[in-house]
């Protein structure tokens, strides 16, 4: 039986840390860890997770971000396979069994359901957004992130290969990692919404100012990459106009209208040929 290493980053995370950890002792399969890494909260996190006993493992740390509490994580880990899952999101029990049970490849993800203030979008996520596997190396960059971090699962190896997560200022940490995963290796997916992903006002996804040069760093250095360089100057083209499509859509869901319309006229300079960036721009200004 292959043991799974669970890291739990936290940082400042008093209201949601026990729905995490609750969720991920909850696992029917039998031989997992749980390392949460405490990246000096000053709330009642710490006090929480001292009630676990050793139940669980704790490590506080230096506050170095996500990225880094996730490498500390997996450094800290014993497991063939390191899963990872965020404060403020959750698991249900069949989580770390499925994607065993589909291990053909080394790295694999899940569908998720979203609440909490998602506004409307639809509850699950392959609602709006198709879950490939295989090669989703260009995918992931047309498409941009589909893939949820808290869905994640991977074989140490692979994250030793990869040097864990970058520590990218703004985000966009996790989406970075899986577009160097995706260069060599093929992803599989279970369609079963396992995760729960939780939506705040504070969430990372919804700081649009942070996402869009983040998002821009990521592209950048997947474009840089050896298969990114072989890629056509139209697929190149494409990709580019998607990132600021996408870029814009934030903006434009956080009110600032006029980075969504800069955006917006970026995208479709990039790629005249889709008439997306354009109807997105209208219906901007029909708000307005």
Known sequence: MPRVSIIIPAYNAEDYIRDAVDSALAQTHQDCEVIVVDDSSSDDTPLILKSYGDRILVHRQANTGVAGARNTGARLSTGDWVAFLDADDLWRPAKVASQLAISSTPISYTNRFNFGERGQLPEVQSAITPLLSGDVFVPLMLRGNFITVSSVMMTRAVFDDLGGFDHQPGGCEDWDCWLRA?????????????????????????????????????????????RGRRLSWSVRRQIWAETCRTNGWDASQAGARLDALRNYAAAAAAWPLTLQPFKEALRVCIHA
């Open 182 to 226: 995706s260069e060599r290796y093929q992803f599989s997916v279970c369609p079963e919404p396992l995760v729960g992903y939780r939506f705040t006002p504070n969430s990372m996804s919804r700081n649009y100012r942070a996402m869009a040069p983040a998002r821009r760093r990521a592209v950048t250095r997947a474009l840089n990459s050896a």
